[in-house]
């Protein structure tokens, strides 16, 4: 094994880890998740919201062996404010004997909710949750965070290693920025100085949304500097 799927596998094992024992039975003021429970999202699908969902039953199956049913009067639910800022990632989460409500002015309140449950329950040992409500609001936006596997001269066909399980782990402890450190003639294109025009103009552009498209649907923004 390479050093670098090394590096890789640990990174994805931070997240999702061994399976776990419970620690004991819930305590009065908590919740334990059942197999009884099902899941809930009333948002629109999207890519965004499909990996919040997907991660989500990921984690509890590979953590705790807990796989949830289809249908069930106990749920979690997510859902959504009426709002129009999309880049709004507060979130609450009502926590009672039968519902888990989870929500949201955005899907990366959404998102960031469910890490938040999800560290809870690490934290934890278990899937347990403290039953009542709690609110969070991040201080702070954007949320920078840098590449392990970032090549000395990025550019849009080679930004650096970044895996999905990576970007994952990235999102999960609250980043939700990248810089990207460009050559401006890669993307430049021009009608007044047509010399200085890439013919690879069309391939790199492509290649810079392939990758933005990636690293939104965890959530993650990127900036070009």
Not at 32 to 57: G, H, K, M, V, Y
Not at 59 to 79: E, N, P, V
């Amino acid at each position: 094994m390479t050093r670098k799927n090394l590096i890789r596998d640990l990174l994805h094992q931070e997240h999702f880890g061994p399976m776990v024992e419970a620690s004991g039975p819930a305590k009065p003021s908590e919740l334990a998740l059942q197999p009884a429970w099902c899941l809930q999202w009333d948002p629109p699908e999207t890519s965004l919201i499909a990996r919040t969902r997907n991660d989500f039953r990921e984690f509890c199956s590979q953590k705790f062996g807990l796989h949830f049913a289809d249908k069930g009067d106990a749920r979690i639910r997510w859902t959504l404010k009426n709002t129009d800022d999309p880049a709004a990632e507060g979130f609450t989460i009502n926590v009672t004997a039968s519902e888990v409500l989870i929500t949201a002015e955005s899907e990366r309140g959404l998102l960031h909710a469910t890490h938040y449950i999800e560290h809870m329950m690490a934290d934890r040992g278990g899937p347990f949750l403290p039953l009542g409500e709690v609110e969070r609001n991040p201080s702070l936006s954007p949320r920078f965070t840098e590449g392990t596997f970032v090549p000395a001269n990025q550019t849009p066909d080679n930004p650096g290693d970044f895996s999905n399980e990576y970007l994952s782990l990235m999102s999960h402890f609250g980043g939700n920025a990248l810089k990207f450190y460009i050559n401006l003639h890669e993307l430049w294109r021009s009608d007044s100085l047509p010399e200085l025009n890439t013919d690879l103009f069309d391939a790199n552009i492509m290649a810079l949304r392939n990758f933005a498209r990636r690293t939104r649907d965890f959530g993650i923004d990127l900036y070009l500097h």
